[in-house]
């Protein structure tokens, strides 16, 4: 079956760096993506990882240990903007490219 | 480039009406297309997918159905709603036979009443 777990809220003040983790156990493994997603709209993608180890864009990076099944999202000099659910998604299977989300972890960003 | 277009952004319908929801995407050709629903404060639930015209996959069993009758033409039907369809329904793309993103849709906000 596939599982993904994800915090379901974090709380963290503009300026700062905050983690959000993910853990994962599906039956396939293709790669883990990340989505930003604003209350009320549409998900819209950060990362993509399908090797082991850190990928840096920008105030963005993600990691990725397959042996561990855990993925963690990395938000440095955060702002206000940054307040939003982050979902954490596995593509368990390169047919037609499904991926399986988490319930995603809402984010909100304090002055 | 590419863009993905869905409608209506918002919906409310009676208990026992049909639906039915509109997808197209541009730029793009032979495109795998989904359609996820997300209930509030959850993540996205896969309910089919597409490789190609005609191509359907439900991930699982409800009140819905799909349809592609053309190549960048997603639709999400459904004969009598009830009142557990309520959500927000997403569709999306991506690159066919690549490890690549799904781009979403604006959503659409159904809500049965």
């Known amino acids: 079956g596939q599982n993904i777990d994800q915090p379901t809220e974090m709380t963290a003040t503009e300026g700062a760096i905050v983690q959000i983790n993910c853990t994962y156990q599906?039956?396939?493994?293709?790669?883990l993506f990340w989505y930003q997603q604003h209350a009320g709209e549409a998900p819209t993608f950060l990362s993509y990882n399908v090797l082991d180890g850190l990928e840096e864009k920008g105030r963005f990076s993600s990691f990725l240990s397959r042996s561990k099944g855990y993925s963690y999202l990395l938000l440095k000099e955060l702002q206000m903007k940054d307040s939003a659910s982050y979902l954490c998604a596995v593509l368990s299977s390169t047919n037609a490219g499904k991926s399986t989300f988490g319930d995603g972890t809402t984010l909100t960003v304090k002055p | 480039s590419q863009t993905i277009h869905q409608w209506p952004a918002t919906l409310v319908q009676p208990v026992g009406s049909p639906l039915s929801l509109e997808c197209t995407v541009e730029?793009?050709?032979?495109?795998?297309l989904y359609w996820y629903r997300q209930a509030a404060g959850r993540g996205l639930q896969l309910l089919f997918y597409s490789v190609g015209i005609g191509q359907i996959s439900s991930e699982v069993p409800q009140n819905l159905s799909a349809s592609r009758p053309q190549d960048r033409q997603f639709i999400l039907s459904s004969k009598k709603l009830l009142l557990s369809d309520s959500g927000f329904y997403l569709c999306?793309?991506?690159?066919?036979?690549?490890?690549?993103?799904?781009?979403f849709g604006q959503g659409t906000r159904l809500t049965v009443v």
């Open positions: 599906t039956s396939g493994f293709n790669g």
């Open positions: 730029g793009t050709s032979n495109p795998n």
């Open positions: 999306a793309w991506s690159v066919d036979g690549v490890n690549t993103e799904a781009f």
